[in-house]
T-cell receptor, first 118, second 114 residues
């Protein structure tokens, strides 16, 4: 069975500073992927970034990057130069199917609420 | 274009009403999903359609009835709901085959059952 753990219920950061949101996972699949989603108070789940377990480099998308440490089973999201609009709930998620390559179920963490202060 | 649209944005219904939620995507995705989400909790999968056929039903009560009329549309028919069904209902879509299995979500429908 897979498990995703986000240990930070809430995080605060000053505008323009960087922040790291933690995500650890547990899976027996040799090949898997990890997603990060942002959910503002409006409700929409916005895809941010994806990391495959066999990707040689950490994924980056603009101000978002993944600090992927396979041996530690962690895939932390780093947001650089925080903006007020980054205030939202952030979810780490993993596909539940074997190998992480099939469509279908996502295992979500419990989420972290990020608040960016001006 | 990674847009999934959902209507209505908000819905208030009584326990005896029948209503429907609609979801549409034009990304050519052949997998579509319904999720239910309570406040400050992660989404919970309800149904998955693949190639317009129901492939996953997460033991959802029969008062929720999904329908996939074509590859772009997904409906969720609601009947005789309970107050505890009040939640945010999210639709998502993804590819079925190939490397990109990212699920793209719509803005959701906030449902209140009185």
């Amino acid at each position: 069975a897979q498990k995703i753990t986000q240990t930070q219920p809430g995080m605060f950061v000053q505008e323009k500073e960087a922040v790291t949101l933690d995500c650890t996972y547990d899976t027996s699949d040799p090949s898997y992927g990890l997603f990060w989603y942002k959910q503002p108070s409006s409700g929409e789940m916005i895809f941010l970034i994806y990391q495959g377990s066999y990707d040689q480099q950490n994924a980056t998308e603009g101000r978002y990057s993944l600090n992927f440490q396979k041996a530690r089973k962690s895939a932390n999201l780093v947001i650089s130069a925080s903006q007020l609009g980054d205030s939202a709930m952030y979810f780490c998620a993993m596909p539940r199917n074997a190998g992480g390559t099939s469509y279908g179920k996502l295992t979500f963490g419990q989420g972290t609420i990020l608040t960016v202060h001006p | 274009d990674t847009e999934v649209t959902q209507t209505p944005k908000h819905l208030v219904m009584g326990m005896t009403n029948k209503k429907s939620l609609k979801c549409e995507q034009h990304m050519g995705h052949r997998a579509m999903y319904w999720y239910k989400q309570k406040a400050k909790k992660p989404p919970e999968l309800m149904f998955v359609y693949s190639y317009e056929k129901l492939s996953i039903n997460e033991s959802v009560p029969s008062r929720f009835s999904p329908e996939c009329p074509n590859s772009s549309l997904l409906n969720l028919h609601l009947h005789a709901l309970q107050p505890e069904d009040s939640a945010l209902y999210l639709c998502a879509s993804s590819q079925v085959r190939g490397g990109g299995k990212t699920q793209y979500f719509g803005p959701g429908t906030r449902l209140l059952v009185l």
